[in-house]
Structure formats: C-alpha cells, structure tokens
C-alpha cells in the first residue's frame, strides 16, 4: 500500500468514526490496566460485567490489594482463566504499591515488568490511558494489516514497527482504535464485510466479498 492510500486509509476510517474509544470499562489508568489484563482470551463485554461491580469496591492497588484474591477471584470468575488473573492482578497490584507509590507507570519497561503484562497491554495503556502514540496490535489489528496491506508482518512485532514507521503522525493518536474497531466489526475473521468497507477500494485483499460499495470511492 502507497503512502497515499494509507492516509487515505485512515481519512476514511476517521471518517467513519472521528473519536474512537476503547469498548473496556474504565475509570482510571489503573482500572484500564486491570481490565486489559482481563480481557486476555475474552470479550469486553464479559469483562465489562465483571468489573462492573469489582471497580465500585477496587478501583486503586490498594483496595484492590485489601480486597484480597479470593474475593477478587469470585468477582472474575466468569472470565476465562480467572485464577491465573487474579493471581497477577494482585501480584502486580502489590507491585504497583511497592515500586511506583500506587500509581501506574507511564513507561513500557516498568508496565512489562508487571506480572500479566506484555506489550500489547502495555502498549493499550500507555496510548488509552497516557495518550502516548503507539499501536497495541492484538489478533484484530494482525489480521487488517495483513490482510489489507497495510502493514503485513509474520508476527505482531512485525506488525507494530510496520504500523509505526507506516502510521502518518496525525493518525497515530487513534490509530490503535480504529484498526481493532474495524477488524471487530467490518475486517472479521471468518467473512470480512467488504459490502459495507470505507476502505475496500484501497484495500489489496484478494478474497473481497462481494458487494455494492466495492468500488465505491469515499
């Protein structure tokens, strides 16, 4: 894809969607950390019902730590693999507490240093919650820069530092939203919605699913 196309790209989804946010329920930097953590092999909506309640009595390192893990367990355990996260959400928590005063870490090293967090969590927070402009590349965003063209890698590194190097700076910001967003919702897994696609006249994929808005230019 040209570096004229992958603007435009962008210029329609934002189009589309001038003010992307994240679907994860959040109140703070914290609480974005802990529902990411959580979101791991789940939808946001499942997460979303669980912290419901669990951020009206935890929405800081401490009371989540005073909560203790059990309680928190049973407040998670519809989530898949809630026993090992709710492990890590008090381990890191604790951390939280013992190496930055309570407070989240505006930096990528000391987020990966936390226990369940790797770099796509981290990077969700640092650009969700700080504003920092990065692109966390989950099973979403993977599959519309491959599949599109628009940045295809063999792994999600790849993936990222093609998407950065890529991105025009003006799309940065809220790049990350927009690319899971449309791999949710239009770019799908099994059967992309090509009939609907702002960006399917742009778009490199072969197997193009038939439709009206095709050629359509926007």
């Known amino acids: 894809m040209t570096p004229a196309a992958i603007d435009a790209f962008y210029a329609r989804l934002a189009a589309a969607n ?3 946010k994240s679907e994860l329920s959040y109140q703070n930097a914290f609480t974005l950390l802990v529902a990411v953590v959580l979101s791991a092999q789940a939808t ?3 997460v979303n019902r ?33 026993n090992t996260k709710a492990k890590n959400i008090i381990a890191l928590s604790q951390l939280l507490q013992d190496r930055h005063g309570g407070q ?3 930096d990528r090293e000391a987020l990966q240093a936390l226990p369940g967090v790797g770099r796509k969590t981290a990077n969700v927070v640092l650009n969700v919650a700080f504003g920092v402009p990065t692109i966390a590349v989950d099973t979403h965003v993977f599959r519309v820069a491959n599949r599109t063209g628009l940045a295809p890698g ?7 530092a093609r998407l ?4 025009p700076p003006a799309w940065l910001p809220h790049a990350h939203h927009w690319l899971i967003l449309h791999g949710r919702y239009v770019c799908k897994a099994r059967k992309p919605d090509c009939s609907v696609c702002p960006v399917a006249s742009l778009c490199l994929f072969e197997g193009k699913t038939a ?3 095709l050629a359509v230019e926007c």
Do not use: N
């Open 44 to 46: 946001d909506a499942g």
């Open 154 to 160: 063999k792994t999600p590194e790849q993936v990222e």
């Open 211 to 213: 439709g009206p808005m």
């Open 18 to 20: 001038p003010q992307p």
């Open 50 to 82: 669980a912290t419901s309640g669990l951020f009206a009595v935890a929405d800081t390192p401490a009371k989540m730590l005073a909560l203790g893990e059990e309680s928190l367990r049973q407040r998670i355990k519809t989530i898949g693999l809630f």
């Open 104 to 106: 989240v870490p505006c």
């Open 164 to 167: 950065l190097a890529r991105t």
